[in-house]
Each structure stands twice: as C-alpha cells, then as structure tokens.
C-alpha cells in the first residue's frame, strides 16, 4: 500500500512539473521608442522550396519565436502572442493571399495602434502580392538578397498608409439568378482591386481550367497563351459588348452608366494601388492626377478587350472618375473578382466603402554614396514644329537653330518625363496668360536630343520608363506636331495653329515608329526653298514612290555612318553593361550591322533577356520591326526560329508586329511551327489573331 501511495505522489509531482513545462508562453516587453521588434509569417510552401529555405534563415537570424509557419494555423497565434509589444512590424512572405489574411485577422484582433506589414512575395505568380510589394517600393518579390539587408529594410522603412475598402452584395430580387451563380463574393475586403466583366472571366475560365487539368498549366508560356487564346475568343464574340446595358454604376451620388456606355468598356476597374496584375499600371497618369494609396479615393476604369494586351507595353485604360464609395446594380449574372479571387455572381446590389487604413513599411530609398544631394537641373524648353523636324530630321544642329525657346525650368535629376510634362504644362499656362494664341497644342511630346545621331520621338505611353536626363543635356526639346507651318508663327510670338488639319491629316502623319525594316522610308518633304501658302495645311504620308528612292538611300547611308560595332558586339555577349555605357555615351541603339542586324536581332536571337528588356525600354519603338537584309526577318522571327519563349513574350507585349513575312514568306509562328515548338506557335498564333482584330478595331474607330 506505501508503495502505491509513494507512486501516486510521484505521478502527482510529475503532472504539476509537465503543468509548468507547458504553460503558454509570454511575451513581456520593454518600452523603447527606438526599438522596432519584428514578427515574421511565412509559408514554407510558397516558391516550391524557396519559402522553406527563406524560414530557416530567418529562424537562424532572429529568436524562433519570432517566426510563424502559416500552415500551423495561421497568423493569429502569433498576432496575439505579441499584441502588447510597441512599434511591432509585421513580414508577410508568401503568395496572394498571404497579406490579405494577415490584415483580416489584424481587423478581428482590432490591433490599438495596428502594426505596420512589409511585404515579400515568393514564387513566380502571385501577381497581386507583387503589384502591393511594387507599391510599397519593394520590387517584384525575393530575389536572393541577403536576409540582413531585407531586416535593415524593413527597420528603416517609413510607414505609409494603405486604403482598405468593404464590398457589401445583397441579392437583386428584380432578376433571377442562375444555377453557376453565387450571391456572394469570394472577398469582402478589397487591398488590391475589385473588378467585374470581361478580365474576370477570363481569370476565372483559366482557374477553373487549371483546376480540371493542373498538368496543362505547369509553365508560364502556357498560362500566357491562355489568356491570349481568352482574350481573343471574347473580342471576336463580342461577348462582353452589353456589359453597360446589364448593369448600372454610380459614384458618390453621380451616375456614371453614361460613361461606360460611351467607351464601350468591356470591364471595370476599382483600382487601390497603381499597379495592377503582372506589373501594369491601367491610370492614365497623363491627366495630372496621380494615384495615393491613403487619400481614401479610389480609382475607377474602364477596359475594353483591346486595351487589356496593350497594358503589358505601357498602355492604361479609359479614366472614369476618382470616388469615396461606389454602388453597382447588376441585371445578370456577372463574373467578379477580389484580388485575384473571381466568381460568377448573380444579379445584385454591390456596394463600394471606405473601411480604414492599414499600417504598411515602405523601402526607403537607397542613398547614393557618391552624390548625397543631387541638384536640380536648370534646363530651357525649346519647341520645334512638325515643318521643321520633317526637314532636318537627321541634322541636330538645324533642328537646334529652327527651336524657339518657351522658358526655363527647374527639375529634380530623377524626375521622370511624366513629372517633367506637369512642369512644362504649369509654365506654359503661366507664360501664356494674356497672350490670344497657344505656345503648345495638347498634342506636344518629347523629342530625344542625345541618345542616337538624330531627334526621335518619346511615345506618351512611355514617358514613365524615361528620366530627363535620358534625353537631353542642355535643352529639353518639344516637338508640337499641330504647328506645321513656320509661316504662321514667330521665333518667341504666339502660336497660330491651323485649324484646317482635321484628326484624319493628323493621323496621315508619318511617326518614327512607323518606319519598319532596316529600311527606312521616310516622309515626303518639301525642299526647304519651298514657300508655303498661309491656308495650306501640310498633310505628310508615308514616301513609298520609286522617286524617292535616291532620298531614302541618302537617309540610310547617313544611319550607317556613325554605327557603333560595340553596341552590335555587347549585344552578341550579352553584356548589358557594355550597352548601357557605350548608350550613355551617345551611340545609337538602332546601330546595324554590315547585314542589317540589330542589337534586338542578336539578343532576342541568343536569348538574353535582360539586354531584349533594356532595349524594350530605351530604343526607339521602330526597333521591333526592322528587318535584316539578309532573310528580311525582324527580331520576334528569329526569337520565335530559336524557341526564345521569354523573348517572345517580352517582344509581342512591347508591340512587335505578328504579321510581318520574311523573304521566304514565313511569320513568326511559322518559324516557330518550323522549329517543332507547337506551344510557342499557338500562343504566337492566339496574339497574331488578336493584333489582327486590334488592328481592324482601331481603323474602324477612326
């Protein structure tokens, strides 16, 4: 019996001792302003076995108390355990969904003051975790970067606000729902963006695709050329031309049906951040108003199925409004995404409201070593009329001496031409009060002055990928191709613009971009002795007459002459630092070799993605379509021959030509059929169909 009782007593003991062992652990801070503690959630399984790697590293760095794997039951555990600790940051690394759970359960928890979230996506998707990073100044995800300097980051960085918004749906009794609809939303709360019509169905066909045969989407080409394949199904059925006429939009009180009408928008757009999925930014930014994230407006737009693949070049879609709070009737069964997450909802009543404002890190931007305070540049505005720059198109010095100069401005080193416009534009104004004629049409646009061995126009879609000191030294140049006739304006006068130049002569109007092949074919000019009649609008087409040959061997034998072997080489090697001094320098990025081969040719043909992407960004767009002199092909026929699927990609968003035929009469889907890559000549055929009807869309319009 003793013996009995001393068990009992020790089983006892060791009960109350395992009591002890696990109770729950406690987290007792220290107040300190300059101390920022850090928790970070993370999915292992995110990136295939980058998530599990990245977990480990941070374990090693910090207390492993302070890392939280998702997949044990979320962020909750963690959030709690630590919701006493002052100036707490929050790392949300994973996928799509990986920062929008860390906010809802911060919103449940009502977190007083809420922690600030630094984002690091993983993986190759995750769209909408990448478009949120981007805002927040922490690029397109984790590239291999060490885990300490992403910790200095995350210290370091500013705390910015970002707007959330709630999505309430009640169910439209005046309409009958159907059988594959929901009267629900998959999401109540919208970070990224909320959407209806066209793009979410799209989404939600290649997810429930994807779904059914999980095999057929394992890369990304193949994901691409679904959604190509989509887009173009649903421009030729026209299946979303109704969109307005099943549904009604209202913002702040004001009826905005009319509008959607007018454009013929095939989807709408609730757009919180500025980036949209895989990088794009569908605000247009030229109207002056640029997006905040904690202004608690919200950006509305519309798109059409022909303006979605432009996104991927530099194009936006039709500006609607800004609003606080939106409401949506719907007549039909409609597809609709949350950040990423569609379904098909029935006929509902939908509306759009503030809900508060998440804490958000921001990366500080680097400081340069070498230059801690740049100075502003003083640069004069000099204009150049459309008579002139067709005259002396490839002599700088004429073109220099023809300028008027409209002023001085100051600007920032880094300022971007979108922000250099708003200046030009808020002098201009200035300058003009008083005066009875315009120093600038709304139609005006850069002029590159430094870069190749001639002037060249920046297209308005890029101004963003462009700083001012990319393309001038001394002076800005404008060129205004509205003025036409030097007869009607002075050196500093007034400017009298013809009012006789309809859209359609506008539009006849030869650009840079259009000139393809290693062939240039200029406009027709007149010869500069030429006097013009005041009421003579001067309308320039294309020069394809045999009499204008002579002219055109003149203008390339002048391209040739100051060509840079060293762009041609760095091209070869893909040796993108090369390029970029030998292009800081001056020398063209249109240089050409002896047959007729660009620096496009030879890095799209040899696969070097980073030199195709910085010549994307910075050469002039006629690039894409010139043709070499040996078999006639451009830089997209050779990349298609080789199988250079990223290329490929990378050149049909940038707005390569589909339709071009080689010498032997082949396009590049046929070279790429010819290279037994039959994946790469469907999606090269889905995005030849659809330029094709782009195309044929934008001529009907005009």
Known sequence: GEELDVEEEGEEQFEKQNDKETRPFAIKPIPNANIKPLIVFINPKSGGNQGAKLMQKFQWLLNPRQVFDLTQGGPKAGLEMFRKVTNLRVLACGGDGTVGWVLSVLDQLNFQPPPAVAVLPLGTGNDLARALARALGWGGGYTDEPISKILCNIADGEVVHLDRWRVDVVKNEDYEPTEEGRDTLPLSVVNNYFSFGVDAHIALEFHEAREANPQKFNSRLRNKMFYGQAGGKDLLQRKWKDLSDNCTLECDGKDMTPILKENKVHAVVFLNIPSYGSGTHPWNRSSGIEQQTDDGIIEVIGLTTYQMPLLQAGGHGTTICQCKQAKIITKK???????????????????????????????????????????????????????????????????????????????????????????????????GKGRSGRLLS??????????????????????????????CTEDIFLLDPELTDPTNMGVRGDVSVDNDIDHSERLAMVSDSDCGGGSYHPATTRSSTTSLPHDTPLTLIPGHDSSDSGGEENIRSHLLEKNSDGIIKAAKQGDLKMLKDLHSQGYSLLSIDALGQTALHYSARHGHKDVVRYLIASAPPSIFDMVDNDKGQTALHQAAQNRRRTVCCMLVAAGASLTIKDLQGNTPRALAQSADDQELAAYLESQEQFQTMVHEDLETTV
């Open 333 to 431: 069964t409609i597809p609709m995404q949350v950040d990423g997450e569609a379904a098909r909802v029935n006929p509902s009543i939908i509306e759009l409201t503030h809900l508060n404002k998440a804490s958000m890190v921001t990366k500080k931007k680097a400081k340069s070593v070498t230059i801690p305070h740049l100075e502003q540049l003083r640069l004069q505005v000099s204009r150049i009329t459309m008579f002139d720059y067709e005259q002396h198109h490839y002599d700088k010095e004429k073109l220099r001496s023809a300028s008027s100069s409209l002023g001085m401005i100051m600007i920032d080193q880094d300022a971007d031409l979108e922000q250099v416009r708003k200046h030009i534009n808020r002098m201009i104004e200035e300058t």
């Open 442 to 471: 709304d139609s005006w646009c850069f002029l590159d002055s430094c870069t190749a061995e001639r002037f060249f126009r920046i297209d308005r879609a890029q101004e963003h990928l462009h700083y001012v000191t990319d393309i």
